[in-house]
């Protein structure tokens, strides 16, 4: 899969019917411009197609951080058509959104036809519908269910996004979560660990300990399980972590849980040592030393951050 150009247009909590209790969309956008305003949108669209290097392809535009299908049926024309004209112009290949499994019914979906909209994000979250009634959510597991039965009659590129962490889940839960994702064959999945962002609800709940954060070390070693699920099924994992600048406007916005810059550079690098752990034979304990060879692309990831995995190692043989 070739990594798009993508030109992103926050719309932060546009079209929510609620906020969910980990998520401060203002906190994870630094955009202070409405958006909305179609003026608005084509100068910041241009703006972003001035950045664009020749050879990065496909471009496209994303509505992000909000619920783009619970927006007014006006504002999806408009943003859509607004969008489009920059499609027809062959400056732009396509259009992509997210949006929340219970926006998406038949009506919402003829509504967008006409739009040259390429790929659909989905906030699953999570499938079990404890994890979701805690997390305030306000949808089940068999609302996503329906919403991606919809979804797959109709020839979108699908991506799925799921959290790890949120309260009451746990280790079996994601996994759950994973193989139900597996289950709905997408283009693609994102996995996000479940941080507490200032003035979300997570964030009182952190505050009067009701809620604890995974460890960061927790975290890599469930998505790590994940993305080897992922993998074994040929489904990309475009992403895993927030990433510092796309991600998280200022680190002030972020109070407590499992965040690094290079979150997906750890559950790489834990991959690694566990091959390598799996290789070292026990009965050859008088060795001095071993030999690992990998891809040179992929040494920081063997050796691990700061050195750690071979650390490991050394104690090992
Ligand atoms: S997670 Fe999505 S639906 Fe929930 S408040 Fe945030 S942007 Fe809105």
Request: with cysteine; charged share 20%.
């Amino acid at each position: 899969m070739s990594r798009p150009f993508i030109i992103p247009v926050f719309l932060p909590h546009h079209g929510c019917p609620h906020r969910c209790i980990f998520c401060n969309q203002t906190a994870i956008t630094s955009t202070k411009q409405n958006l909305l305003i179609s003026e608005t949108l084509a100068s910041w669209i241009n703006e972003f197609l001035n950045y664009k290097r020749r050879k990065r392809h496909p471009v496209q535009i994303a509505f992000y951080g909000g619920n783009f299908l619970g927006l007014k049926t006006d504002d999806i024309k408009r943003l859509l058509a607004e969008a489009t004209r920059f499609v027809t112009a062959g400056k732009v290949d396509g259009i992509r959104f997210s949006t929340r499994p219970d926006t998406i019914d038949r009506r919402r979906l003829d509504l967008i036809e006409p739009f040259p909209v390429t790929t659909i994000e989905v906030g699953v979250q999570s499938m079990d519908d404890q994890v979701l009634a805690a997390a305030n959510r306000g949808h089940t597991a068999a609302d996503t269910q329906k919403a991606l039965t919809l979804l797959k009659e109709r020839t979108y590129e699908i991506g799925l996004q799921m959290m790890v962490g949120l309260p009451g889940d746990d280790e079996t839960k994601a996994l759950a979560t994973g193989r139900r994702l597996v289950a709905f064959l997408p283009d693609f999945v994102r996995i996000y660990p479940t941080v507490v962002l200032a003035n979300s609800a997570l964030a009182e709940c952190y505050q009067n300990g009701s809620y604890s954060p995974w460890t960061l070390a927790r975290c890599v070693t469930c998505v790590k399980n994940l993305y080897l699920l992922f993998c074994s099924q040929d489904i990309p994992v475009v992403r895993m972590g927030l990433q510092p600048s796309e991600d998280l406007a200022k680190d002030a916005a972020l109070l407590a849980g499992p965040y690094h810059p290079a979150f997906g550079h750890l559950v790489h690098s834990e991959i690694f040592l566990d091959t390598a752990m799996a290789a070292i034979r026990p009965e050859k304990s008088n060795r001095k030393a071993i030999t690992l060879k990998v891809h040179p692309r992929s040494i920081s990831k063997m050796r691990g951050l700061n050195n750690q995995n071979v650390e490991i190692l050394k104690k090992k043989i």
